[in-house]
Every structure is written in structure tokens, then in C-alpha cells.
């Protein structure tokens, strides 16, 4: 499974004073069980980017391909792709408006084609699979906490088994117990069902614990793609388009500084604890 952008270009409003252009020349391939980190500041392209993936928004110019397949092709079917391509917007409202929260999560698996009865059975997996409990399938989606509403969004894109999962700012609005929890399921459904995950994200520390490679974008192009630790050590540079490194790859540099033989290019807290205990000895 593969999706490959090929220089894509998109331009919104053209030919008019606020032409805009969003994308330059994109070119990105995304892998089965890749777990893919999307950073850069306000206005760098990133939903434009994976509204592209998609199909919600078409390229001005370049071509996108789903298994080999030209999604721009006449003859290709947009709904396959956003049945095996599932976008969870930042603010789940936006995607919730059953009467309850299992006919909800439903609505996906059937406009698929599946019986309700197999609808259901989807729908009660997915809503398990990220932490509802039975006692809130009966209740509006928007009497739900903000955390529930994203879980179940979250599973309303999960019913439909996608091969890749998109999401945008996942842990917006939350308090940091509920950003761990629905980070940390989210890493354990990319293992369980062997799919891509594409997080999109503001926290430098999230991207840094949960994913294996980010792509930097800035003013509509990829500044970088690479492993998290390769990308933050260009924290400097990253600085300097209004983005920062997570806090621990900033303690560690200040410790080479100070003349401690340390790994620099370390992302998360455990690793950062670890290359401090190598650096004194223990």
C-alpha cells in the first residue's frame, strides 16, 4: 500500500488579488505502517497537504497515486479512496450528526454498502477499539466530553477499516491526561491494524514520542522529511521559521555545551534520561 504525491501544486483563488499559492512542487510517498509526523506553523500548508491526500481538495497542477492509480484519473473512484484514506478533522463537531453515537459511528461502514447489522458490528469494535463504553452508545454525540467526541470521531473513520488514518491536530483542546490517552491508543491501533497513521501537530513533544519520521512544512513546501531525531537537530533552523525542537533536545545540547560527552540527537524524555546517565557514567 502507497499513496505518492507527485508535484503538486495548489493555488487557491487564482487569478484574483488573493491568489494564494498553498502547495509548491510536492512530492511525498507515505507506506503501510509508517507512523508520520506533519509539523510546521499556521498557513505552511499541512491541511491543505492532507486534505490533497484525501481528495477533498483537487491539485492545481501534479498528480496523486493510490496503489499505482491516479486518483485524478476520470475512471478512478473518489469514494474508494476516502473509504481506504480516513480524515479525522481537528474539531470532531465537525464530523458528528447522528441522533446517538453508535448511529453515528454506523453511518461510515453503511454507505459502504454493509447491512446494519454488520454496520453494528463494525461500529461497536471501532468504539471499543478507542475506549467508549457501551453505556455512551445511546447518547448524542454532543452531550459527549471533548475527549469522547474525539474518540468518537475517531472510530466513526476506524468502522470503515481504512489503510491509512489522518489526523488533524487529534489532541487539540484537551488536557494533557487526555491528549496521552488518545495519542497512546492511536499508536496501539497503528500496530494492531498494520495501518499508515498521518498525525498532524503544534506539540513537538508528541510528534517526537509517537512518530518514526516528520515532514517539515513551510510557506507551502517540504523543508524537511526525516527521521525525528535528524529533524531536530536543525532545531536552529526550525527556529527560524517559527517552530522549536521538544524541550529535552534543547537540555541535551546545553550539556554538550558544557562540555558532557552526550547523544544530542535524542526526542523523548526516556532517551533523554538515558544518554544523561551514559554522559555521568551509570
Known amino acids: 500500500m502507497s499513496i505518492k504525491i507527485e508535484g503538486i501544486n495548489y493555488i487557491y483563488n487564482p487569478d484574483t488579488a488573493y491568489e494564494l499559492h498553498a502547495l509548491k512542487n510536492i512530492n511525498l510517498e507515505f507506506q503501510k505502517g509508517e507512523f508520520v509526523g506533519i509539523i510546521g506553523h499556521t498557513g505552511s500548508g499541512k491541511s491543505t497537504l ?97 475527549g469522547q467526541k474525539r474518540r468518537v470521531a475517531i472510530a466513526g473513520v476506524l468502522a470503515m477499516q481504512p489503510e491509512i488514518l489522518i489526523l488533524d491536530e487529534p489532541t487539540a483542546g484537551l488536557d494533557p491526561k487526555g491528549r496521552d490517552e488518545i495519542l497512546d491508543q492511536i499508536a496501539k491501533l497503528k500496530e494492531q491494524q498494520d495501518m499508515a497513521v498521518i498525525l498532524v501537530s503544534h506539540s513537538m513533544e508528541d510528534v517526537a514520542k509517537y512518530v518514526d519520521r516528520i515532514i517539515v512544512m513551510n510557506q507551502g513546501e517540504v523543508m524537511f522529511d526525516d527521521t525525528p531525531a535528524n529533524v531536530f537537530d536543525h532545531y536552529k533552523e526550525l527556529e527560524k521559521v517559527g517552530l522549536a525542537a521538544p524541550q529535552v533536545t534543547y537540555i541535551v545540547k546545553e550539556l554538550e555545551e558544557r562540555g558532557f560527552y552526550i547523544d544530542t540527537q535524542v526526542t523523548t524524555v526516556e532517551e533523554a534520561k538515558q544518554a544523561i546517565l551514559n554522559a555521568l557514567g551509570k
Open 50 to 146: 492532507i486534505q490533497h491526500i484525501n481528495g477533498l481538495i483537487k491539485a492545481t497542477s501534479g498528480r496523486i497515486l493510490f496503489h499505482g492509480e491516479d486518483i485524478y484519473d476520470k475512471k478512478f473512484s473518489m469514494k474508494k479512496l476516502r473509504n481506504k484514506v480516513g480524515l479525522v478533522f481537528q474539531y470532531p463537531e465537525h464530523q458528528l450528526f447522528e441522533v446517538d453515537v453508535l448511529s453515528d459511528v454506523c453511518f461510515g461502514p453503511k454507505n459502504q454498502g454493509l447491512s446494519d447489522e454488520q454496520a453494528q458490528r463494525r461500529a461497536k469494535e471501532a468504539l471499543t477499539m478507542v475506549g467508549i463504553k457501551e453505556e455512551l452508545y445511546k447518547k448524542s454525540p454532543f452531550e459527549l466530553s471533548g
